[in-house]
């Protein structure tokens, strides 16, 4: 039994998240954005809706998928990946998601861009951007390694941080096992 997969978001991390674990067997049946989001149960192919929204601008429309009314958040699924915009899981809607898998954390990979912009939420542009600029050993540390290295880092390195919160010593590929991939 493959893993039904649902996305909230299909920005970098959504669309790196989505293909990573279609890769591993995955079968997305839902993905949201702003504004709209699709389902199909027989599974979402990534390649597919990544040059679909390169041509449309939107998921809204895509052909092999029906339109989904309600959250993609509360829908049932076995793994949900909240790669949309901060602060989407709140108290008002955490008792309500379904997802067997533990829940990523709504931050999966915090980009450079999004800091900036928070910080120019949190404390206005002051006359221009605020500067975010890595240290010369972070930059060591991702030296070479290209924004897909990065998210799918980030993706395997939260998914273990965040099965061991509910069952210690659960792998990654422990969680894919249970679903028989």
Not at 45 to 52: A, I, Q, R, T
Not at 60 to 71: K, Q
Not at 150 to 167: C, D, K, N, P, Q
Request: some cysteine; proline content about 6%.
């Amino acid at each position: 039994m493959r893993p039904l997969l649902r996305l909230q978001g299909f920005g970098n991390v959504g669309l790196h998240s989505m293909r990573y674990l279609h890769r591993f067997g995955a079968r997305c049946v839902g993905v949201g954005e702003l504004d709209g989001s699709i389902w199909n149960p027989d599974g979402i192919n990534p390649k597919e809706l990544e040059d679909y929204k390169l041509a449309n601008g939107t998921i809204v429309g895509f052909p092999d998928a029906t339109p989904y009314e309600g959250s993609i958040l509360e829908a049932d699924c076995d793994i949900l990946v909240p790669a949309a915009s901060e602060k989407q899981l709140t108290k008002s809607n955490a008792h309500k998601i379904k997802a067997k898998v533990p829940r990523l954390p709504d931050q999966l990979i915090t980009f450079t861009l999004s800091v900036q912009e928070s910080l120019e939420r949190k404390f206005g542009k002051h006359g221009g951007a605020v500067p975010v600029v890595p240290t010369s050993e972070f930059q060591a540390r991702i030296a070479g390694a290209s924004e897909k290295d990065i998210v799918h880092s980030g993706l395997a390195y939260t998914m273990e941080r965040s099965a061991r919160v509910s069952t210690p010593n659960l792998s990654f590929d422990d969680v894919i096992k249970v679903f028989d991939v």
